[in-house]
């Protein structure tokens, strides 16, 4: 818009959640900047923004219209009735009505786009607050507390960041990974809370949980449920191939359930269970050390080894 119209460099956009003026208190961020205000992101304007400039906002805000002065232009704009936000630019030639109607057209639709983000952005919050909930209900059923299914959701994250999978995957990963034993909803309270070794129906039973589950999430056509349902179905799939439930092997096994895999178990080794007490550090490292290649991708045992430290401090942030 600047180079359409020959503005100068100096643009800045500013938006409130409600009206901050006239001793109102309201929640204002500096969205955006160019120029002078590039570095000002996400800082409040009422203390980065000059006297006058914040005096050109406030009025822009009070009329409800664009405000010039002193070679300046500020116009309002207001994606809802919650939200007031202003776009403050320097230009040192006069603005004819065409060019006006232009901006005001431009900022309109900025507003609507950035009200689409922060609702799509809502929806997928709620989504992993239902998710979470629901994997924390299936792991009470179990005696598990919620904080494994906030770790093993957090390792997995982690994992794929450290592995390179793009921002969308992680994310995905990060919201899908608490249903991975969703399907333990359908496994009888006797066979899940059994303290000691199940026998070979009991077994076999309760490996079913992982065909239940996926065949329940699979049924949405929800990017994060179809992630889900490919993490429930084949998280106890093996690197070698001899896991369950379809002894899938090697890279075969999405890479989603290949890190959720290893983060599972990392928490699992190190927590305690109705039929276990945790494990001490370097017995886990060991055993997922001479899993590698074997039950888990190597190259995500390398990564979890040579960032311990990381993981370490994700489970001191979720104690059971």
Known sequence: MSAVLYLDKDTVYVNFDSVAIEGKEGEARILAGTGYYNEMKGKNPNIELTEDILALMNEAISKKSII????????????????????????????????????????NNIGVAYMNLLLHREVEDTQREILYMLGEAVESRSKETGSHVRRVAEYSQLLAKLLGLPERDTELILYATP????????????????????????????????????????????????????IAGQHHEKWDGTGYPNKMAGEDIHIYARITALADVYDALGSKRCYKDPWPKEKVLKLIKDESGQHFDPQLVKLLCENISDFEEITRRHPD
């Open 68 to 107: 010039s002065r002193d070679g300046y232009y500020a116009i309002y704009f207001s994606p809802n009735k919650k939200i007031d936000d202003v776009l403050i630019f320097s230009c040192q030639q006069s603005l004819n009505r065409d060019s006006l109607y232009l901006l005001e057209l431009f900022c």
């Open 179 to 230: 249903l991975h034993d969703f399907g333990k909803i359908g496994i009888p309270d006797e066979i899940l809370h059994k303290p000691g070794k199940l026998d070979g129906e009991e077994w076999a039973m309760m490996q079913s949980h992982a065909e239940i589950g996926a065949s329940m999430l699979k049924k949405s056509n929800r990017e994060i449920m179809k992630a889900a349902a490919l």
